[in-house]
């Protein structure tokens, strides 16, 4: 099991950006995949983006696409979302989760674990 502390949400105007954070602890991490996924106000939560363990395979979502950037930091148990160009649309909680399929997936049902997700909200 990969425990995960999400951080780095808050209010930005459209056109702006933040970066996400994920902390992961556990002696596995960097055998698991990582995503992140959001889940906006009345809305089903969906994939946003995932990495390989290696780093060497993401994936994105349409809608995150050339503005969305997702790495990781095996060395510190680290994994970020550097989101540029925000929308209205795209303001949700956002959560981060491990996979063991190395190679990532967008599927919510291959996921195990997950962080309590951290607030992002955009204005226009």
């Known amino acids: 099991q990969v425990q995960l502390v999400e951080s780095g949400g808050g209010l930005v105007q459209a056109g702006g950006s933040l970066r996400l954070s994920c902390a992961a602890s556990g002696r596995t991490f960097s055998s698991h995949a990582m995503g992140w996924f959001r889940q906006g106000p009345g809305k089903e939560r969906e994939f946003v983006a995932s990495?390989?363990?290696?780093?060497?395979?993401?994936r994105y979502a349409n809608s995150v696409k050339g503005r969305f950037t997702l790495s990781r930091d095996n060395a510190k148990n680290l994994v970020y979302l550097q989101m540029n160009s925000l929308k209205p649309e795209d303001t949700a909680v956002y959560y981060c989760a491990a996979s063991p399929r190395s190679g990532g997936s967008s599927e919510i049902a291959d996921f195990g674990s997950w962080g309590q997700g951290t607030q992002v909200t955009v204005s226009s």
């Open positions: 990495i390989s363990w290696r780093g060497e395979i993401t």
